[in-house]
């Protein structure tokens, strides 16, 4: 029994070497421009290993997507429970959003701008969770507009613009090359409370 254990253990470590290995090349080459060789050469194992632990390159992309997407939303959505009044949830819905952006700006990239290459059925439950994010978002900035806090024409584009301003982050942002993440934060969080026109 111990035998066994121990088996599913390193399976589980092999599977989560993987997904990094492919992370890390799908952030530097692109999905497309990655072979299963690149991936087992970057976790240090044999090209055979990728299919003993996933059925595709694509399944390591929807993974990753899934988690990167699941991870979000938790950090959107526990940040939003932490306050009652909208600008306050904003603030930090937005502050862990823009993090996340930062701090995992490859994995970030890969998770943004590689969707495209997912099956229909990966696909749609990525788009799934990104919908979900956006209500979250959104449903902070009508209430809002309802109790006089913001002031903005339309809650449903001002969600969207706060959000793709974040996502944008993971394609320019290079931590050699760039502001402080601290910076980062500050601005976009005060840009977002901007676009929806506080008002007080």
Do not use: C
């Amino acid at each position: 029994m111990q035998e066994v254990s121990q088996a599913r253990a390193r399976g589980v470590d092999t599977r989560e070497r993987l997904l990094s290995a492919a992370g890390e090349a799908f952030a530097s080459r692109g999905f497309h421009a990655t072979t299963t060789r690149d991936i087992a050469a970057t976790a240090g194992m044999s090209p055979a290993a990728v299919y003993v632990h996933h059925q595709s390159k694509e399944e390591l992309l929807y993974l990753i997507a899934l988690e990167g997407h699941q991870q979000t939303l938790a950090l959107v959505t526990r940040a939003i429970s932490e306050h009652t009044e909208p600008a306050e949830q904003l603030r930090t819905a937005v502050r862990a959003y823009v993090t996340f952006h930062v701090e995992e700006h490859a994995i970030a990239r890969v998770i943004n701008y590689e969707l495209v290459s997912l099956t229909d059925e990966h696909r749609r439950e990525i788009d799934a969770l990104r919908r979900a994010i956006r209500h979250k978002v959104q449903s902070v900035v009508v209430r809002g507009v309802a109790d006089g806090s913001f002031d903005t024409p339309d809650p449903k584009m001002a969600a969207m613009a706060i959000l793709s301003l974040g996502i944008d982050i993971a394609r320019w942002h290079r931590v050699e090359a760039s502001w402080p993440a601290r910076r980062i934060v500050a601005f976009y969080t005060d840009l977002a409370l901007r676009i929806v026109g506080r008002t007080s």
